[in-house]
């Protein structure tokens, strides 16, 4: 199984979020993991929040941003995802940094992995169906 995994799903499982096992156990047994290279960014953006919340040491989010950046096998540059992210973003009022993450997905017949609820969503009105078993996007 390939899997797409977005930036929530990787902060959830550095963080040992409850919610994030089932995607951390889908990510350890995948053949392949692939990302959007906005993936790092975000990532280390969404760290720094829980710095500036006094909830992480800036020490130990630069762990859990190694922890991050070691999930993924593949990162897919932006500027070969971004005109699609752009149509599918302004066809379906969403962020373009969501819609990167819904096209690697697509293009690589990945299963997407995110903890976002609105992301879901989307890739189940654009055909990437939510698998039942898991409540994630799949191809």
Known sequence: MIVA?????????????????EIRDLVATADRVVTS?????ETANALWKY???GQLTTERAQQLLQV????????????????????????????????????VARRNGATLLTLDRRLRQLAARLGVAPDEDHGYATE
């Open 5 to 21: 995994l977005d930036a929530s799903a990787a902060v959830g499982i550095a963080l040992g979020r409850s919610d994030a096992v």
């Open 37 to 41: 290279a906005l993936f790092h960014a």
């Open 51 to 53: 710095v500036r919340a």
């Open 68 to 103: 991050c950046t070691d999930l993924p096998d593949v990162t897919v540059p932006v500027e070969e995802t971004v005109v699609e992210a752009l149509h599918e973003a302004a066809s379906n009022d969403h962020p373009v940094y969501d819609t990167l993450y819904l096209t």
